[in-house]
């Protein structure tokens, strides 16, 4: 089922003028993340964050320059690294699908498209569970926790972006049969995808949008599947079992937000994948205790946005141009009740990047970098909602 173009512009007019009704009684204007506690890791070169194990005080990150896990214990002390060819016979392929974690038995568990694989922290590898080579899907990779996989009822929950296939991005049928999510099983090896995409999404709207802005952020919230599509700014409730029935489906309250009605399909090249920063993005939704967290950008205004498309300005130009809007358009976060009624919404701390895990009721925030001088130390810091 599709809805009009006409209809959906209409909606999303009158959901931008208005407030929900929910939220004037339930907004905290003094709901913010405050940084308690900090771990400095030294290391010369790229990490990025994969995961935190409170419990077993480890932390998994990536070095993308070289391929390799990172692990270190709570002092910031490395335990180990280790990388895997992606030919080798032990290797996971090009990418990871989503971030490594570690699993109950303290191993990282690793999905990627041709398949589940857990290793020691050496990098040996302790199981695994292939695709066919025949039944190998295309799916995007993700080297980094704004895209995690989560352990349900001895199955792993996963984001499953598939950007080209059957359909490209400028026919219908690439958004009637899109699916958003995938369950993989570490017994059998199967992967399930499932989860189409609501019928009243922005993605439905019969215009051409870029693959990337279709990536889930899911969150598992008291035996129910909390959904954000993409840039579609709804949080969708469903069921956690099949047939995944709808039963919420939440409009975001989110400030200044510019939201991207796609491109004429005529107009959209369907090799291309690309993204517009002067549309905004929902980089991640996440549950800690009894509040729901996400990190978004709002996109530019309406001078930046057209300045943003100039293709005659200089490298100095863009140079100048980029460091304004850097600033001028810091990411945020908003904080939501587990029934998603709105709290608050405030920008990101400055010391603080947008890649984070949520573990045992706190968040760990991985230290912006310094992009005037090159360090030899990341931080990773502990924060909580006050």
Sequence with gaps: MKISHAFLTASL????????????????????????????????????LMDVNPEFEKILLFDPQNMKFVSTNFSGEILSEFGKDKD????????????????SSENIQVVASFGIYEYDLEGNLLNSTKVPSDQVLPFSGRIDAK???????????????????????????????????V????????????LSLDPESIFQND?????????????VVKGQLYVISGT???????????PYSRLQRIPLQLKDYQLNPGEDPKKADPRAIGYDPSFGIIHKLAQVGDKLILIYETGYDTEDAAQSKDGNMSRE?????????????????????????FLSDFEI??????????????????????????EDYYTLYKVIIE
């Design 88 to 103: 080798a016979p032990d290797g996971f392929g090009f990418f990871p699908m989503a971030a490594g974690r570690f699993n």
């Design 207 to 219: 215009m051409s949008h870029e693959p990337s802005t279709l990536s889930a952020t899911f969150e």
């Design 317 to 341: 130009e863009w140079q100048v141009f980029n460091s304004k809007v850097a600033k001028k358009y810091p990411h945020r976060y908003q904080i939501l009740d587990l029934e998603g009624n």
């Design 147 to 181: 895209r995690e996989i989560q352990f349900v009822n001895g199955k792993i929950l996963l984001t499953g972006l598939i950007a080209r296939g059957e359909f490209d991005k400028t026919q219908p049928e690439f958004y009637d049969t899109f699916l958003q999510l």
């Design 13 to 48: 007019i009158f959901f931008f003028s208005c407030e929900s009704p929910t939220s004037t009684n339930t907004a905290k204007p003094d709901s913010k993340l405050e940084i308690v506690d900090s771990i400095r890791i030294d290391y010369l070169g790229k990490l990025n």
């Design 232 to 242: 579609d700014p709804f949080l969708n409730i469903y069921s956690l079992d099949s």
């Design 349 to 374: 701390p400055s010391k603080l990047s947008d890649v984070f895990v949520s573990r045992e009721g706190a968040l760990w925030f991985l230290g912006k970098l310094n992009p005037e001088v090159e």
């Design 183 to 194: 369950w993989a099983d570490p017994i059998t090896g199967n992967y399930e995808q499932f």
